[in-house]
């Protein structure tokens, strides 16, 4: 894979997600964990996705029991993040983020970005419009905190 366009994932509900429907948009990538101590970060990024969706930001998570903190199955995630976060930014099926298992999407991430392994749950990664990863924040780095990083991002055509 050359470019973050050319990956696929699959939402909750089983469809495929293509990427490459993203062309142009400022994306914000997170491996996310419904039982992690940081699950209330969900309350952040939907305010940024709500706040900045008409200009382009998306927000998608891939929640991820690597670190054994995600929900039973699927469709438990999903409610739970509805119920308890307001959660309407996209979603996957759950991923590995981490060794041979690895998405591939998180594979490409953790090598463009110069970073090594995925941490903990909620690594964010922030790509520009033009697909190249702008940065990549840590597990404990709260949303609000890189907004103006987003808005930057945003105004880039």
Not at 54 to 62: I, M, N, P, R, S
Not at 106 to 111: E, G, I, M, R
Request: proline share 4%.
């Amino acid at each position: 894979m050359t470019s973050i366009y050319d990956f696929k994932e699959t939402e909750m509900s089983g469809a495929t997600l293509d990427l490459n429907q993203y062309r142009g948009k400022v994306l914000l990538v997170v491996n996310t964990a419904s039982n992690c101590g940081l699950a209330p970060q969900f309350n952040g990024l939907e305010e940024l996705y709500q706040k900045y969706q008409a200009e382009g930001l998306v927000v998608l998570g891939l929640p991820s029991n690597q670190f054994h903190q995600e929900k039973a199955d699927d469709e438990t995630t999903h409610d739970y993040c509805q119920r308890h976060y307001g959660v309407t930014f996209p979603m996957t099926k759950r991923v590995m983020v981490n060794g041979d298992a690895a998405d591939p999407l998180f594979t490409y991430l953790k090598t463009t970005a110069g970073h090594g392994r995925i941490k903990w749950n909620f690594t964010k990664f922030l790509i520009g419009r033009d697909g190249r990863v702008l940065d990549r924040f840590a597990p404990v780095t709260k949303p609000a905190t890189f907004e103006a990083a987003i808005r930057d991002a945003l105004a880039d055509r």
